[in-house]
Structure formats: structure tokens, C-alpha cells
């Protein structure tokens, strides 16, 4: 006569094995996937080499980007403007309006 435990240790047993292959390896889906997060992570972050674009680079202008950079070494850099918003975060957040 068999114990209460035998049936459930069986079973357990049974699919802990059903897990395992031969040459030691966890398998899901009828591939080794350990470690397959850190792999989609890095890729999502390689830059990619020969880029396809749907439209063409614009070209630029070398003389205002000498203007540009002579400006920043003599420090001397255009002011952006100031962009405003209907209400200043400070207004936003107390829920008062701010300046429009």
C-alpha cells in the first residue's frame, strides 16, 4: 500500500525532469532562452550602423556653422528664446493661473 505523498512526489518529480534535457539545459519553447532580456536590452541600445531613412539628410551651411561655432569659442552664444506657456509650473502646481 502506497503512502498519501507517493502520488504528488511522482508527479513533482515527473515534471521537474520534464524541465531538464540531456546536456543540462533549461529549454522553453524548444530554445534556450537564459539570459534572452539581457540580450533584447543591449540590442535596443546598439546604435544601428547603416541606417535607412525615408527621407533625405537635409544639407547644411557651412558658413553658419562657422558662425556658430566662432560665436561659442569667443562666447559671445545667441540667447534662445524664451518660450512661454499659459501657465508657469509655479501657478500650475498651487492651481492659481499664471501669466498668459
Known amino acids: 500500500m502506497t503512502s498519501d505523498r ?9 515534471l521537474v525532469t520534464g524541465c531538464a534535457t540531456p546536456d543540462g539545459k533549461f529549454y522553453m519553447g524548444g530554445k534556450d532562452n537564459f539570459g534572452e532580456a539581457n540580450r533584447q536590452t543591449m ?22 556653422a562657422a558662425a ?21 509650473l509655479a501657478g500650475a502646481a498651487s492651481g492659481a493661473a499664471g501669466p498668459n
Not at 546598439?46 to 539628410?57: E, F, K, L, N, S
Not at 545667441?78 to 508657469?88: G, I, Q
Request: proline share 10%.
Open 43 to 64: 540590442a535596443a541600445q546598439i546604435i544601428d550602423p547603416d541606417p535607412r531613412y525615408d527621407t533625405a539628410v537635409p544639407d547644411g551651411n557651412g558658413a553658419h
Open 68 to 88: 556658430a561655432l566662432e560665436r561659442y569659442r569667443i562666447d559671445k552664444v545667441k540667447k534662445p528664446e524664451r518660450v512661454r506657456t499659459s501657465r508657469d
Open 6 to 14: 507517493t502520488l504528488p512526489a511522482l508527479l513533482l518529480a515527473l
